[in-house]
T-cell receptor, first 110, second 113 residues
């Protein structure tokens, strides 16, 4: 698990501000994912990436932007944060469908 | 797309008893079924998985069974302990595709000492 990290671990921001959550993995896994976790909704996929420069939308992509210029990094950007984006965000990487999760980022939008 | 459902949403058992958590899936092409355990404030961690070419897999006190015909799979925990208290997520995917997992909403297991 030490192979996938997220930063920051906690973030408080205000409505309308841009926020970027970072995800870094050292395993060279091709696939990476961003989820949000809210009570009653489980883990919902925001975006995923099959390789550098290849990304695709998940179940709840609106309001989020991703990029993947390097295999090991997969940042998630909230271009204009809203209160409904208050959540815990998990990044994951995958090999042969087995996904490994980062420690999560708790984001609060005031 | 795939739809994974877990029932019930909460389960409480006495320490030492067994716990069974069931999930159903909708896409008959799904062939990989992992179970994740998430303790309070922690990340989800894979505890066991099963692929569609086997019907059962065991690892110490936990086991997973798969019924492809009925499209459901179950997590079995024997001799439950307080440290088994957590949220358990099931998921399904098609290996060799895009590695996307479809998760159930999770079940909160409480083990009473």
């Amino acid at each position: 698990d030490a192979g996938i990290t997220q930063s920051p671990r906690y973030k408080i921001t205000e409505t309308g501000r841009q926020v970027t959550l970072m995800c870094h993995q050292t395993w060279s896994h091709s696939y990476m994912f961003w989820y949000r976790q809210d009570l009653g909704h489980g883990l919902r996929l925001i975006y995923y990436s099959a390789a550098a420069d290849i990304t695709d939308k998940g179940e709840v992509p609106d309001g989020y932007v991703v990029s993947r210029s390097k295999t090991e990094n997969f940042p998630l950007t909230l271009e204009s944060a809203t209160r409904s984006q208050t959540s815990v965000y998990f990044c994951a990487s995958s090999v042969d469908s087995e996904q490994f999760f980062g420690p999560g980022t708790r984001l609060t939008v005031l | 797309g795939e739809n994974v459902e877990q029932h019930p949403s909460t389960l409480s058992v006495q320490e030492g008893d067994s716990a069974v958590i069931k999930c159903t899936y909708s896409d008959s092409a799904s062939n990989y079924f992992p179970w994740y355990k998430q303790e309070l404030g922690k990340r989800p961690q894979l505890i066991i998985d099963i692929r569609s070419n086997v019907g059962e897999k065991k690892d110490q006190r936990i086991a997973v069974t798969l019924n492809k015909t009925a499209k459901h799979f179950s997590l079995h925990i024997t001799e439950t302990q307080p440290e088994d208290s957590a949220v358990y997520f099931c998921a399904a995917s098609i290996t060799g595709a895009n590695s996307k997992l479809t998760f159930g909403k999770g079940i909160t297991l409480s083990v009473r000492p």
